[in-house]
């Protein structure tokens, strides 16, 4: 064996007794180490091999944090930020109001439409002015009889669409808690 192979010699004055406590301590740490993941999966392997009751349920083990008592970000209701009148609440509250406005526009721009054409139609027609049902002129029969049913039904689909909307609001207002 050449001199680079060979360990450090031991010192002049140690006996083999103090050269050879080390070493055996290295071992039985080595011999632990080695044993202790053997023991473990022996352990499972038993496990494994046992037939399974049916009552036989796994340990339930129960995890707990030290910081029982941690801050915790606090959230609030968006109903709180609307009564607030917060900015939150602001842009929640002006987003049903933005989409209310715009549905009666479109309500009472159809009625105008309707009740401002007619007499547009009649204007441009002059051979419906001539017409008559019943004895009356078809622009009374329609302007009278016609238009305020129109208006029952253009009223009735608002307030349908309106409450649609606010069920709307209020289901993002409960999505958002």
Known sequence: MSEENRGPEPSQGSGPRQDAEPRRRMADRLTR???RPRKETDRLARALERPRKENDRPRREVVTSPRTMAARYPRYPVTREIDEQTRLGEVYMGSLIRTQFRLALFVCTVLGCVVGGLPMLFLLVPE?????????????????????????IGAWLYVRQAERNERHFAELVDRAR
């Open 128 to 152: 419906l002015r001539e017409v008559r049902l019943l004895g009356i002129p078809l622009p009374w029969v329609v302007l009278a009889g016609l238009i305020y049913p129109a208006f029952v």
């Open 33 to 35: 180490a080695v044993e």
